[in-house]
T-cell receptor
Framework: GQNIDQPTEMTATEGAIVQINCTYQ??????LFWYQQHAGEAPTFLSY????GLEEKGRFSSFLSRSKGYSYLLLKELQMKDSASYLC??????????FGTGTRLQVFP | DAEITQSPRHKITETGRQVTLACHQT?????MFWYRQDLGHGLRLIHY???????NKGEVSDGYSVSRSNTEDLPLTLESAASSQTSVYFC???????????FGPGTRLTVL
């Protein structure tokens, strides 16, 4: 089976950097996604890691260590619009996704 | 532009009624998925389809059914709605050669 752990809530200040951690246990790892979900809206894709290391996309970066069952999402130069839930998601097999409960990030001025 | 639409966006129904939620995509993706999202849980997979005439049960399939008669649509049916099925329902699509799933805007269902 799968188990995904991430903090329930985090707060940060506009312009700062925040790191959202995710640890997981799985018997069929085939990649890890991060999705962003604003309140009342659909999840949207942020990043995908299948190999160990850091993937950078503008202000957002995602890191993966398969041996440690660990990933993090790094958000730089935080903006108010980054207030959202961030979902750590395992890919099982070809297409099935297993979602964590999400980390609700609040950015304050 | 390609998109996923869900209808209705909001629905209130009574216990025991049959309800069908529509999902339509113009991405031309083979794979389609239905999830529900509840407080304290991540999105949970209800049913999924890898192509026309293919359907599979997900983690929480009891009380739900789907059918796939064409590439564009995967309607989700609640045969006899229960209060425990009050939730937000998301449809998603993807292909095996894409590294993501694209989500529809969601349907908020309330069963009284």
């Amino acid at each position: 089976g799968q188990n995904i752990d991430q903090p329930t809530e985090m707060t940060a200040t506009e312009g700062a950097i925040v790191q959202i951690n995710c640890t997981y246990q799985t018997s069929g790892f085939n990649g890890l996604f991060w999705y962003q979900q604003h309140a009342g809206e659909a999840p949207t894709f942020l990043s995908y890691n299948v190999l160990d290391g850091l993937e950078e996309k503008g202000r957002f970066s995602s890191f993966l260590s398969r041996s440690k069952g660990y990933s993090y999402l790094l958000l730089k130069e935080l903006q108010m619009k980054d207030s959202a839930s961030y979902l750590c998601v395992l890919r099982e097999g070809t297409d099935k996704l297993i979602f964590g409960t999400g980390t609700r990030l609040q950015v304050f001025p | 532009d390609a998109e996923i639409t869900q209808s209705p966006r909001h629905k209130i129904t009574e216990t025991g009624r049959q309800v069908t939620l529509a999902c339509h995509q113009t991405w031309n993706h083979n794979n389609m998925f239905w999830y529900r999202q509840d407080l304290g849980h991540g999105l949970r997979l209800i049913h999924y389809s890898y192509g026309v005439q293919d359907t599979n049960k997900g983690e929480v399939s009891d009380g739900y059914s789907v059918s796939r008669s064409n590439t564009e649509d995967l309607p989700l049916t609640l045969e006899s709605a229960a209060s425990s099925q009050t939730s937000v329902y998301f449809c998603a699509t993807g292909n095996s050669d894409t590294d993501t799933q694209y989500f529809g805007p969601g349907t908020r269902l309330t069963v009284l």
